[in-house]
């Protein structure tokens, strides 16, 4: 398409939160894939007039599963799926790009990969057209690890993982149900996160803490990403405070020790933050936020599609769906052990407007994105594809944004979960800028990416959305169709300083970067601690240490250092 090394936006509506312009009409320059004050020659510049119209960073999906051999079984499981094919255009790579780059984002993250699994990942992410992506390792159940768990021997684990990560190109650490598959061999369910193991001497709870610890002590972009055990389900919401008050107790300072300026300000980033009230009441949630301002979090809202791939590591919720709640769900399950590191599970579902609990889902997410204060410390995310799906986004912004596009949408919701919720009274919503803050700014902050991505300040990579509406013309709140129409066809989207969507055209001839990061370990002692992982590998895996190693081109790589 437009392939211009030189770009001028004229006289667009600019919201850029990070560097406190909230509507302010101003020029932005671009040049070799950054913006910049000036251009080094005023030759073949191309001129884009934005006047009335606005001028946003791009957005950045900070939650997502969109690359792993769970995608391909959801593909399996979805071939033979007429209504599958339908709605998610079998969850093709390039429907998946397609999808993104039209509402604006350029960032994904995946945020589940177990680490001998990453090379699939990083396969996928070679074939997955212009966005930017990074991965996140889960090592909640990493057997390789059990010593350090057990001894809180943070300075060898961050060895470790930080070999790791260079091996595998990941960007940072998922915990996810810590050593749950052990208890499950016992077939029982766990209920008290802070009980040992039967065949190790540590907690769950000691997993979450010696993570975060070990993640603060390297210093990574981004803090450690948690899935608590017992999403979306009854003992979420205790399990959930088990963690967030255990991590708050440990007192930590956020660590980013990367040579960006901006740096993150959590600790901790909870997925999917609205999968654990079952009871809809998310007040301790929003309080403890309001108080911690070193948790961040993203909030999964459910857009009630025809049909949801589910793509999770979550035993308890599976053996939910496919015991307790087995008329429900007719849908096959493919699960699977992966030596040393964990479970996973795919399967479909369908949430329903007539059922209390998907309600409650869909509300809690709301809630908490009116509720929360510190609109920095709330991502935008849709768990996807488990809760929604990329092109849902403009009805979903608009139910922020407009409290008569809610009402409109809940008038046929179960009719005890409107009897009971308290969003129907709520008279508030989310700015415009609010908006921005959750789907553009929070999860550049969070990834610790907030001096590049997310902004456009001088220096930042040219990621850029151009709306084709002036949002200081109109009320959103009032005119919010023409906010869904102007979310649904972004007029322009610039990845890296190219032009690649122009209306209805996308240009999907360019290839994003993967980005990684080692952190920061000490070199010290290095060589045996490896070594002794190398010799634990030969004794209990089929696999390699080395086995880890992705050879792959330099040039897609990004390291963030
Ligand atoms: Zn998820």
Known sequence: MMDGN???????????PINNIEGEKKDILVESGRIVDKFTSTKDVIEIDANGKTVIPSAIDIHTHIASQQVNWVRLLGSNNDKFKEVWDGLRLKTIAKDYISMGYTFILEANVFPSLAKQTIFNFQQLPVL???????ISNFWPLELEFQRGKIKDMAVFLSDLLSKTYGFGFKVYNPFECETWDFKELREDLSKQ????????????????KCVESLGLPHSTHAHIEGYENKIG???????????????????????????RNQILHLAHGNAYAYDGNNETLINFLNENQNFSIDLAFVAFNEINPIITSDRRLINFMFTEDAIENQHKLIS?????????????????????????????????????????????SLNYPNYGNIKNIPEIASWLISKEARDNFMKNMNRDFLKNNSLKNKNVSLSFSDFIYMTRVSPAISLGLGSIK????????????????????IDVSKEYE?????????????????????QKN?????????????????????????????EFYKKYASIFYDSYTTSLNQTILREID
């Open 506 to 534: 996308i240009d999907l001839s360019t290839q994003g970067s993967i980005f990684w990061s080692r952190g920061k370990a000490e070199i010290e002692g290095k060589k045996l601690i490896i070594s002794k992982k190398e």
């Open 6 to 16: 030189k770009i001028i936006i004229k006289n667009g509506l600019v919201y850029d």
């Open 197 to 212: 193991g039967r065949l190790y001497n540590f907690s769950a709870l000691d997993v979450y803490e010696n993570v975060v």
């Open 454 to 473: 997310g902004n456009l300040s001088i220096e930042a990579d040219a990621d850029i959305n151009i709306l084709d509406i002036d949002v200081q013309e």
């Open 132 to 138: 930017d992506k990074a991965m996140l390792l889960n």
């Open 482 to 502: 023409n906010f869904k129409r102007a979310l649904s066809n972004i007029e322009y989207v610039i990845k890296s300083g190219k032009i690649i969507k122009k």
């Open 237 to 263: 919401k205790k399990n959930l405070f088990t963690v967030l008050e255990k991590i708050k107790s440990l007192d930590l300072a956020p660590n980013q020790t990367t040579n960006l300026n901006i740096k």
């Open 336 to 380: 699977s052990a992966v030596e040393f590191e964990g479970d996973s599970f795919v399967s479909m579902r369908t949430f329903k407007k007539n059922n209390y609990q998907d309600c409650i889902l869909w509300a809690n997410a709301l809630d908490l994105a009116l509720n929360v204060k510190n609109k920095s410390q709330m991502c935008f």
